[in-house]
Nanobody, 120 residues
Framework: VQLQASGGGLVQPGGSLRLSCAASGFTLDMYAIGWFRQVPGKKREEVSCIRSSDDRTYYADSVKGRFTISRDNAKNTVYLQMNSLKPEDTANYTC??????????????WGQGTLVTVSS
């Protein structure tokens, strides 16, 4: 059972990246999936979440209008499309499952992170 975040890298301000959260050993469509980011010394922030039952989405105000979360059940993967990136988006990004299927739920399984650096 594994959850792996990938797709991070170095991008210039205004650029785009797409992060992937891929599962092996279980199916993601039964879970709500949250994307989180953390900068050393700061509190972890949930930037987006997608619900299991109807794929309803949630976004933090800091990323609303720039980030889009989606899932591809055939690939057992949840994506985070990040556009118009800003230096303050620089962080380690990771994904987590929420077993109750709701974005208000508690995270119970975490993936390994992927580093996003926004810099010119």
């Amino acid at each position: 059972v594994q959850l792996q975040a990938s797709g991070g890298g170095l991008v210039q301000p205004g650029g785009s990246l797409r992060l992937s959260c891929a599962a092996s050993g279980f199916t993601l469509d039964m879970y709500a999936i949250g994307w989180f980011r953390q900068v050393p010394g700061k509190k972890r922030e949930e930037v987006s979440c997608i619900r299991s039952s109807d794929d309803r989405t949630y976004y933090a105000d800091s990323v609303k209008g720039r980030f889009t979360i989606s899932r591809d059940n055939a690939k057992n993967t949840v994506y985070l499309q990040m556009n118009s990136l800003k230096p303050e988006d620089t962080a380690n990004y990771t994904c987590a499952t929420k077993s109750n299927g709701f974005c208000s739920g508690v995270e119970d399984f975490w993936g390994q992170g992927t580093l996003v650096t926004v810099s010119s």
